[in-house]
């Protein structure tokens, strides 16, 4: 990949994410513990993910900007999409249970979307508009370069879920090895490209990460 091509992924112009210093996310981490009511946050941003929760049963109510608007309950997996600049919490108290949430600044209308069957596949996942099959795996991470999954038709749309550590993976057709590697980051990603295998390795040596992909095509 060339250096102009780098420079845009996504439609992100990278040498200008960098030079404006860009804030993606702040993590938040919320000990449900304790019992609270309407707790006052002031956060501004347009989205708020459940990054991680101590189980599926973790919850907690958030309210945006004014304490008295619906509640929306937050569990793994569970993310909002909204303008806000300030948030309400409240949860029963709740013994050694956590929950973290990512929130951060992009430019999407308001969505309300649930990857937690994504995360936890026990059954039949409806298909994403645009795809009609879907083929997962999941693992953790060796510290070299090792197939993570061979998708059985070419995907265009992949789904990456990265906990504990960082990863780095590789995306080809082959079994050749002669592309980059690319860093991901703890947290979820989704991005249109079309691949056939994906190898991943935990970024650094005895750092090891979990991992769940899915592929749609």
Same mark, same amino acid.
């Given at each position: 990949?060339?250096?102009?091509?780098? &420079?845009?992924?996504?439609?992100?112009?990278?040498?200008?994410?960098?030079?404006?210093?860009?804030?993606?996310?702040?993590?938040?981490?919320?000990?449900?513990?304790?019992?609270?009511?309407?707790?006052?946050?002031?956060?501004?941003?347009?989205?708020?993910?459940?990054?991680?929760?101590?189980?599926?049963?973790?919850?907690?109510?958030?309210?945006?900007?004014?304490?008295?608007?619906?509640?929306? &309950?937050?569990?793994?997996?569970?993310?909002?999409?909204?303008?806000?600049?300030?948030?309400?919490?409240?949860?029963?108290?709740?013994?050694? &249970?956590?929950?973290?949430?990512?929130?951060?600044?992009?430019?999407?209308?308001?969505?309300?979307?649930? @990857?937690? &069957?994504?995360?936890?596949?026990?059954?039949? @996942?409806?298909?994403?508009?645009?795809?009609?099959?879907?083929?997962?795996?999941? #693992?953790?991470?060796?510290?070299?370069?090792?197939? +993570?999954?061979?998708?059985?038709?070419? @995907?265009?749309?992949?789904?990456?879920?990265? +906990?504990?550590?960082?990863?780095?993976?590789?995306?080809?057709?082959?079994?050749?090895?002669? #592309?980059?590697?690319?860093?991901v980051p703890v947290g979820f990603y989704?991005?249109?490209?079309?691949?056939?295998?994906?190898?991943?390795?935990?970024?650094?040596?005895?750092?090891?990460?979990?991992?769940?992909?899915?592929? +749609?095509?």
């Amino acid at each position: 990949m060339n250096e102009e091509k780098q &420079k845009f992924i996504g439609g992100i112009d990278f040498d200008e994410l960098i030079a404006q210093r860009v804030q993606v996310y702040n993590t938040l981490v919320i000990d449900l513990t304790t019992a609270r009511s309407n707790e006052e946050r002031t956060f501004v941003g347009n989205y708020l993910y459940v990054l991680e929760a101590t189980d599926v049963d973790a919850n907690l109510d958030i309210r945006f900007n004014q304490s008295f608007r619906g509640a929306i &309950k937050l569990v793994k997996g569970r993310g909002v999409r909204a303008p806000f600049y300030r948030f309400y919490l409240t949860n029963a108290a709740q013994a050694d &249970k956590t929950i973290t949430l990512a929130i951060g600044v992009e430019s999407d209308s308001f969505e309300i979307f649930d @990857v937690g &069957k994504a995360l936890e596949i026990t059954g039949p @996942v409806t298909t994403m508009p645009g795809f009609e099959k879907y083929e997962g795996a999941a #693992g953790t991470g060796t510290d070299t370069l090792a197939e +993570w999954i061979v998708w059985s038709e070419v @995907v265009s749309r992949i789904d990456v879920f990265i +906990w504990d550590n960082p990863a780095n993976i590789y995306l080809t057709f082959s079994d050749d090895m002669n #592309g980059n590697v690319f860093e991901v980051p703890v947290g979820f990603y989704s991005f249109d490209c079309q691949s056939k295998k994906l190898f991943g390795a935990n970024k650094t040596a005895g750092n090891v990460t979990r991992y769940q992909i899915i592929g +749609w095509y």
